[in-house]
């Protein structure tokens, strides 16, 4: 019960940075030139969606190690020895995509 409400409020929220973006782009006269600005919106939404998915990523590894740490305290130093190295790795791959969608905006 508790994910499909969650689910539906991540719908919503999509659905209303949706429409906030693409109704004032068509808002203009057509007879003028618009720019096209895609490149820069598809970066935004490319590192908002990054760091989303980054915070997801530590919690459940922050969780995961915990968890495993209560369940057997005699291999916690193995356990946040591997969790800091997924940590790592995790967040070379996010600054890794940050840096692609920092360069599509300069592009834009």
Known sequence: ??????LSNWLAAVFVMLFAVTVPA??????Q???????AI?????AGLT???AGWGFGRIG???LE?????????????TAMLIIAALLEGATFFSLIVCIVM???A
Do not use: T
Request: no cysteine.
């Open 1 to 6: 019960m508790h994910s499909m409400r969650m």
């Open 26 to 31: 068509f808002a203009q006269a057509p007879a």
């Open 33 to 39: 030139a618009m720019p096209f600005y895609g490149p």
């Open 42 to 46: 598809a970066a935004g939404l490319g």
């Open 51 to 53: 760091l989303l998915g």
């Open 63 to 65: 969780q995961a190690a």
């Open 68 to 80: 495993n740490m209560a369940r057997q305290p005699e291999v916690a130093g193995r356990v946040q």
């Open 105 to 107: 905006a300069v592009k």
